[in-house]
């Protein structure tokens, strides 16, 4: 089966050669959309392709990746940002992926955000779609498609790293805010990720107000409700409301059990309280959790096992139970031998002749 990428691009002249270098070994056709570019994104993507199409940029994420796809003529499309890595591995696997694809009409991958070093955290995204007029993307930002007919998960990750140099806009949330100027209808969907980015610009009023709002709405994704407390308790936070905090991080547990991320946030404000049994209690409740990957929630998995292991450590020495909080330690070594905070406990207890 063939395969198109499609990708929008602009102004992404010092990442798109990075993006399509290894383009060529799993796509039969590379479609590149331009949105408005001043610099020399159309010359880098001249040495991939032909198929350069302009599109009048209109605040709508959903319309320009449906043009690109609207180009082409492949069986089944892929999308990419700008900014995104398939590497090789993946390249090859995504290649192999197409030989053998069968009836699937949807394929997830995982995407895995890397943008601030070493720390990621990833969730599936219907990556790839059979070519046909009712796959479309959906929503003016943080556009999706639906998912229908016969979906399949695949372990082949694709990566977005930004460059450190590329700072972040207010893009996303002017586009919202225009939405709500013109009066334009909010779905669950949209209030959940407007919310988010007026929390992540630090407009942590009116989160906390578009993330209540959100949770109690009869309908919206349930692993989007479980974020929606997390973060609706941060909110609180930095705007001193502890009780409420906690509250919000409890409410979570009305639309699943309890995350990884969620248990170690619940313990990390017990720790600052200074409740050390209860904060362990807590952390050992996320080390021993399990990410559901495929649920579409966004996992951070070193909040299933090296950050509770770590804390753990931490919470079981403040209580006087050194040995437990060695073995502990000596398990988050094992899986982050050369993280600063195993070498300064390993400094730690070799100091109390542990070592």
Not at 85 to 90: K, L, N
Request: charged content about 30%; aromatic content about 14%.
């Amino acid at each position: 089966m063939s395969l198109s990428l499609c990708m929008i691009v602009k102004n992404e002249a010092d990442v798109l050669g990075r993006a399509l270098s290894d383009a060529s070994v799993y796509a039969d056709e590379i479609i590149i959309v331009d949105t408005g570019s001043t610099d020399g994104t159309k010359d880098v993507a001249r040495e991939f392709t032909d198929k350069i199409y302009d599109f009048e940029w209109r605040d709508d994420f959903a319309a320009a990746r449906n043009f690109a796809f609207s180009k082409a003529t492949g069986d089944y499309c892929m999308w990419l940002d700008a900014d995104d890595v398939v590497p090789i591995t993946s390249a090859r696997a995504i290649a192999r992926l197409m030989k053998h694809i069968g009836d699937a009409d949807v394929v997830m991958l995982p995407y895995v955000i890397s943008e601030d070093g070493p720390r990621s955290y990833s969730y599936y995204r219907e990556r790839i779609v059979r070519n046909r007029p009712d796959y479309l993307f959906v929503g003016r930002v943080h556009e999706a498609i639906a998912l229908s007919g016969n979906v399949v998960y695949k372990s082949v990750p694709v990566y977005h790293r930004k460059p450190s140099r590329k700072s972040d806009s207010t893009r996303n949330l002017d586009i919202y805010k225009r939405m709500l100027a013109e009066n334009a209808a909010f779905s669950p969907r949209d209030r959940y990720y407007y919310a988010r980015e007026l929390y992540f610009n630090d407009e942590t009023v009116a989160a906390a107000r578009e993330l209540e709002r959100f949770i109690v709405e009869p309908d919206g994704f349930y692993v989007n409700k479980i974020d929606a407390c997390l973060i609706l308790s941060r909110c609180y936070r930095k705007n001193g409301d502890r009780q409420a905090a906690y509250l919000a991080l409890f409410d979570s547990f009305l639309f699943g059990l309890p995350t990884g991320e969620v248990a170690c946030e619940i313990a990390l404000m017990y720790f600052a309280d200074e409740k050390y049994a209860l904060a362990a209690y807590w952390f050992e409740r996320a080390a021993t959790a399990k990410p559901d990957v495929k649920s579409g929630a966004f996992v951070d998995t070193e909040y299933y096992a090296f950050f509770p292991l770590v804390w753990l450590s931490v919470c079981y020495d403040k209580l006087g139970k050194t040995r437990t909080a060695y073995r502990y330690h000596c398990r988050a070594r094992k899986l982050r031998p050369d993280h600063p905070s195993v070498i300064a406990n390993d400094r730690y207890f070799q100091s109390l002749g542990y070592l």
